[in-house]
């Protein structure tokens, strides 16, 4: 290099990167005059653009060219209300009304801590097992929590200590997914059943055919931005396993406060990441190359590839393998090979071993299915850079050592 | 055209992402005169850079397509919506709109740019320009082409590090997100601007 200075590795040096970032900076810069003759006619309001209507804007409505006919009134008028009654009954507007849905659980994306637990419990009162009860605001280190009023054993200390293992399981995430991580979110506000009555009645129906565990204690609501506690969790020392459960919790709440609006990342894309970054990469890959070498085995893998892919929520995935269990008795034992399959997904497409297009391809699908983008199977796979679902698969198992 | 810190906002409202942009939207939306030209002198650097590489480095129509932003936001300025985020997000949208317009056109028989659309598609996604490439191989040029082909967060990346000489500390606080982090899309950077120079983008 002619500066003289050290290259960097890869044969790029410094200055020479700078000058040409420096010319880059210089050619990206609008002329003098054409800045000051657009200044002028943006100022003076006199700027038309040169299409007209805004890009995405539907195309103006045009109406039907209908023949005029001179039809007497006497026929017109009785034939035109027979029509209007006849659409009018067949519209449904007549039959009885569908019940009010409930309202949409969950506070809307808002800025500040006390907002975000503000609305929470606004949203909270929609549940009857979570309202009418008062609740204590807290912010600690910085986490908004929202607390039964007469929950005595809200120690600071013990909020502070689960606040730790969520902010380490974000922090896992912001290091693994930046790009993600970048994302606008709110704060996510951790709320505390008032008794593990109130907690598995807004819990079990969500995994519902597969039964609550009676360990799990923390659930994100699929609702951005709420993370919901059973009350054992700020027992002293915590339930058996506490940790696990909130960390795998924490970063679902993670990853959905940075949703799009309703958008909501596929199935297996959503438990890759939570277990993936809850457990850590090494002992995952062990899991799940054990979880899948044993099931091919055994010939009792329930799920193709496209299965996996198209999962739509838990509830559907749980029936599917209760559909295929092996006993009958045992209708749900297969759940984890799911787990297995999307963590070992995840895993896969996050490692750069062999480079990053592959992290960057999953980084990208990851940002539109977090924006509202819905791909199927095959569209998933070929957006990954595999040329369908079985490729993908099959990339995934020698990445294992299947 | 990077977003700000959410404002407080009463609860259950959404917060304005910038509330003294949005007054200065509002006032230039009922005609102030001031308040565009600051609007302007905010962002026309931003837009045009952003146009400038996605155009193939065409000042030309880089400046057509910059002119037809703020065309645009002078038009449609009442609907911009402050809780959806800053006036810059807002110019960007507007920016992407525009120069996939440009590109249908560049390709529509007949249009004024299709007599030599290369250099336009060239910073488009799929677009290629093999001569051009083939002459930009060697020297600055060729370097100048790579980082103006990288992602803008990779470009962005690499002037704050080399050019501005922000310390990775820096960069971390900028970004929010840690020092890790940083180092590792420098490298992924650095390698992605060795792979557009023809190289196998390892290191």
Known sequence: MSDGREPERDGIGEEELARALRRAAAEARPRGEFRDALRERFADGTLAPSTPGTPGEPPPVRALRVPRQNIPRWVAYPAAAAILAAAFALSGALEPRAPVEPPVPFPEKVGAAESAMAAAERRAAAFP????????????????WLLP?????????????????????????EKALPEIAARPAPPVVTMVAGDRAAFEALVAPQFAPYPLGDYTIAFAVPEPGVLLLSPEALAPGGPPCEQIYIDHAAVHAWLLARCRGKARPPLWADKGIAGAAAQGGPATRSWCRQVLGDSRSHGIDPFSPDEVLAAADFGSMARLVGSRAPRAEEPYSLVPVFYAHAESLVLFLTDEEDGTARRDAFVRWLQAALDGTVTDAAATARALGFADPAALFAARDRWLGL | MEGRESAEAPAGEVPVVNPEEAAIVRAASRG????????????????????????????????????????????????????????????????????????????????????????????????????????????????????????????????????????????????????????????????????????????
């Open chain 1, 129 to 144: 097992a979570l309202a009418g009860r008062p609740w204590q605001h807290r912010v600690v280190d910085g986490r908004p």
């Open chain 1, 149 to 173: 009023s007469e929950a005595a054993f809200a120690e600071g200390k013990e909020l502070r200590n689960l606040g730790s293992f969520m902010a380490a399981a974000e922090k896992g995430l």
């Open chain 2, 32 to 203: 102030d005169r001031d308040a565009r030209a600051r609007l302007f002198d905010r962002y026309l650097d931003a837009v045009y850079e952003f146009v400038f590489y996605r155009v193939g480095r065409r000042p030309d129509v880089a400046e057509e397509v910059t002119q037809e932003v703020f065309a645009r936001a002078l038009a449609h300025m009442d609907r911009y919506d402050p809780t959806r985020g800053d006036f810059g997000q807002w110019l960007g949208g507007i920016s992407r709109n525009a120069i996939r317009d440009l590109a249908r056109r560049a390709r529509a028989p007949g249009s004024a740019l299709a007599s030599d659309p290369t250099p336009v598609l060239g910073g488009l996604p799929g677009g290629r320009d093999p001569a051009a490439e083939a002459a930009a191989r060697d020297g600055e040029e060729a370097l100048l082409r790579a980082l103006s082909a990288l992602p803008e967060r990779y470009r962005d990346l690499l002037r704050w590090k080399y050019l501005e000489e922000q310390s990775v500390r820096d960069i971390a606080r900028r970004r929010q997100t840690t020092e890790k982090a940083v180092e590792g899309m420098l490298g992924r950077a650095r390698a992605a601007l060795r792979e557009g120079l023809g190289g196998d983008g390892s290191e």
